[in-house]
């Protein structure tokens, strides 16, 4: 077995039917599986997918274990010898898997593989980015990105002048099309788990670093990427649980010391956010921006309160009655 692509489901039924309906279709010379682990759906995908795709190895997970939990039941179970880690809201295109099979194969020195991701209307998305660090979450946070296009030492978190059309090495790929040899993938252990949802790509990218291989990113194949759609919902708790693990990020590649510097950097990217969005409010009131307001009130609510290290150490919440502790519903 060649490539094992690992689906995570959580009542997808609405996108998952294209995306397996791409794969099947538009993969002719590898050898493949599809395995989807599903965090248990109540809107029928189960069902759905015994039906209409028979051939997919299905796991039941009976709970929502969340992103990677959910995925790492998947990777235990490929037998691949790659193991793509796929979104169930994407469309791989005609013949990429195949292509994404042999650019793997003429890199044996790499361990990871990205690929060129598209929005719905067929734009670059960008999901292949340089690694976070605290001088990078300040030129951020300050509107600074466009000092990128002078050096790549005001780079902040995308590579903007790159435009995703050429191969390169690149630090990190989102986890919505990564794909990773079977071998080092189970060495590593899969995703950290204390990495429930947001960051998980970003650090599993940071450890195939570390253990010596680069992550090279693939031109020639494209997959579509509809962003959001199982989040969409929660909105604001999922924006909390970003924070939470981008904490978790910062503390452990960059101590203490790095977590307190990017809360600050954190907070000063959602005031000027909040304040932008409030002036814009006053001379073109909307209930989209009013939205996006409320957002970052909730953000920056819940940031001030925060004692990083403790979220970190011990797990402890701030008490705030904006948000509370985040579980996606079941």
Known sequence: MKLSIVILCWNDVQVISNCLQSIYSGTHSTDFEVIVSDNGSTDGSLPFIRENYPQVRLIENGENLRFSKGNNVG?????????????PDTIVHEGALDRWIEFAERHPEAGGFGCRVLNSDGSYQGCAR?????????????YLRP??????????????RWSGETARIIDWQAGCSLMVRSELLK?????????????????????????????????DVVITHLVGQSVKSFRIAFEIDKYRNRYRYFYKYFGRTGVRQCRRAVLCRLWIRRIGYS???????????EK????????????????????????????????VPVHVPQ
């Open 75 to 87: 990777i235990a179970a490929s037998q691949g010898e790659y193991v793509l880690i796929l979104n």
């Open 279 to 289: 002036l814009v409010q006053l001379m073109r009131p909307s209930d989209a921006l």
């Open 292 to 323: 996006r307001l409320a957002l970052y009130r909730a953000a920056i609510e819940w940031n001030r309160r925060v004692d990083p290290i403790q979220l970190v150490e011990s797990g402890k919440e701030p008490e705030t009655t904006l948000c």
């Open 147 to 160: 000092l990128g296009y002078l050096s790549d030492a005001f780079i902040a978190d995308k590579y903007v």
């Open 187 to 219: 060495k590593l252990g899969g995703f950290d788990e204390r990495f429930y949802y947001y960051y998980e790509d970003l650090d599993l990218c940071h450890r195939i670093w570390d253990a010596g291989y680069p992550i090279i990113y693939a031109p």
């Open 130 to 142: 340089p690694f976070p660090s605290i001088w990078r979450e300040w030129l951020g946070a300050l």
